[in-house]
């Protein structure tokens, strides 16, 4: 079945520096790929999403480029900011509408 | 703009009793979902709605039941509370095959 795997946190980084959170998927057929984002508290919010192989993602300094060849859309972002301390996951939309998550990577940035 | 509203935020329950957490969407979304989200599990699909009128198992389905009630209102009952189901709980909704969905706030469950 669909599956997406990311990184196990929890990550914690100092303001400013690079931040690569990564995650692989498994599916069938040709996938939607998405971050989503979770502030303490709160629901989750689309950070980024890319719908083809090549798609780069971009939302708020964070990118992911879709890797067919690779079945990765890892997270990246050049300089975090401790308002970016959230928990980060990395999901999939096959064709079945079963929306499909990994199991979160928990942030914290440091000032 | 409501999004997707859930019912209520937090609620105890003893074990055995039973709750309906209540969904809404205004964003006239085909597809509906319920998942659970636990320390260390990420977030796992308990039910989905698809379109009105249908229903699916996802991942985690027992000890639970859906009703899709209309278009705008996707329900999600526990007949008899355990403490396993403890969990925050989260709806949410989108719209053709590649779009994003929407969450909810989440429901905060603790089954004592």
């Known amino acids: 079945g669909d599956s997406v795997t990311q990184m196990e946190g929890p990550v914690t980084l100092s303001e400013e520096a690079f931040l690569t959170i990564n995650c692989t998927y498994t599916a069938t057929g040709y996938p939607s790929l998405f971050w989503y984002v979770q502030y303490p508290g709160e629901g989750l919010q689309l950070l980024l999403k890319?719908?083809?192989?090549?798609d780069k993602g971009s939302n708020k300094g964070f990118e992911a480029t879709y890797r067919k060849e690779t079945t990765s859309f890892h997270l990246e972002k050049g300089s975090v900011q401790v308002s970016d301390s959230a928990v980060y996951f990395c999901a999939l939309i096959p064709s079945n509408y079963k929306l499909t998550f990994g199991k979160g990577t928990l942030l914290t940035v440091n000032p | 703009n409501a999004g997707v509203t859930q019912t209520p935020k937090f609620q105890v329950l003893k074990t055995g009793q039973s709750m309906t957490l209540q969904c809404a969407q205004d964003m006239n979304h085909n597809s509906m979902y319920w998942y659970r989200q636990d320390p260390g599990m990420g977030l796992r699909l308990i039910y989905y709605?698809?379109?009105?009128?249908?229903?699916d198992k996802g991942e985690v389905p027992n000890g639970y039941n859906v009703s899709r009630l209309n278009k705008r209102e996707f329900s999600l009952r526990l007949e008899s509370a355990a403490p396993s189901q403890t969990s925050v709980y989260f709806c949410?909704?989108?719209?053709?095959?590649?779009?994003?969905?929407?969450f909810g706030q989440g429901t905060r469950l603790t089954v004592v």
């Open positions: 709605s698809a379109s009105e009128g249908t229903t």
């Open positions: 949410a909704s989108k719209e053709g095959s590649n779009t994003e969905a929407f």
């Open positions: 890319a719908t083809k192989a090549d």
